[in-house]
């Protein structure tokens, strides 16, 4: 069963980071462009980051850039997003998704999705 779990959510105070992972079971992740989304509540989900299968890509929401960083992990199969400078308007659910080698913007591109890991920044 193909499968995308997140991880590593929770609460943090402005200017904290979080790690989250995203580990993929039944496939191989580097085969697949990974997606970094959010949610927060009464918007729309968007991609915050994305990486293609090769890794020779990897593209950031600008309100994340130099803050979020994206990373894969081969050997454990999972994708981490770095999160450091937290703002509160960074509190969302997040969700990682796979779609086939190339990034997309669109939510309706990618194929699994996980369950999401709740982010709040507050003080």
């Known amino acids: 069963q193909l499968q995308l779990v997140e991880s590593g959510g929770g609460l943090v105070q402005p200017g904290g980071s979080l790690r989250l992972s995203c580990a993929a079971s039944g496939f191989t992740l580097s085969d697949y462009a990974i997606g970094w989304f959010r949610q927060a509540p009464g918007k729309e989900r968007e991609v915050v980051s994305c990486?293609?299968?090769?890794?020779?890509?990897?593209n950031y929401e600008d309100s994340v850039k130099g803050r979020f960083t994206l990373s894969r992990d081969n050997a454990k199969n999972t994708v981490y997003l770095q999160m450091n400078s937290l703002k509160p308007e960074d509190t969302a659910i997040y969700y990682c998704?796979?779609?086939?080698?190339?990034?997309?913007?669109?939510?309706?591109?990618?194929?699994?999705w996980g369950q999401g890991t709740q982010v709040t920044v507050s003080s």
């Open positions: 990486t293609s299968s090769s890794g020779g890509s990897t």
């Open positions: 998704a796979s779609r086939p080698h190339l990034c997309s913007t669109s939510t309706s591109r990618y194929d699994y």
